[in-house]
């Protein structure tokens, strides 16, 4: 295993609010780098997202950078631009969704079961 595989263990055993202030962390030591932190920091900080969320956010976060190793910053900051639109449009289905009775657990595995 390895030390970016050991944090997304620990990370998923942590209880839901300090998921989000971990992720909230992690994001803030990057938002000098490129705007689109201080956007995610926005999206993760405004928005009640579920855990399954919080996650898969830190894991995108902590496998890119873990994947710096090998590529370049600008391929990194490409996906989590990528990231930000996923949640853009996790938001703006949810919006629509909202006035219908629907169940969030599947409806969010679905849009995360297409994203790599």
């Known amino acids: 295993m390895t030390v970016y595989d050991d944090s ?43 855990d399954n969320v919080l996650l898969w956010v830190y894991k995108v976060v902590v496998k890119r950078m873990e994947s710096i190793e090998k590529d370049e910053l600008q391929s990194w900051l490409n996906n989590l631009r990528d990231l930000y639109t996923i949640l853009w449009k996790i938001k703006q289905a949810e919006d629509e969704d909202r006035a219908r009775d629907w169940d969030p657990e599947v409806w969010l595995e679905n849009i995360l079961s297409t994203i790599d």
């Open 8 to 50: 997304l263990v620990e990370f998923e055993k942590l209880p839901h609010e300090e998921k989000k202030s971990e992720l909230l962390k992690l994001l803030s030591k990057f938002k000098d780098i490129d705007d689109i932190f201080v956007k995610l920091i926005n999206s993760v900080n405004a928005k009640n997202y579920t």
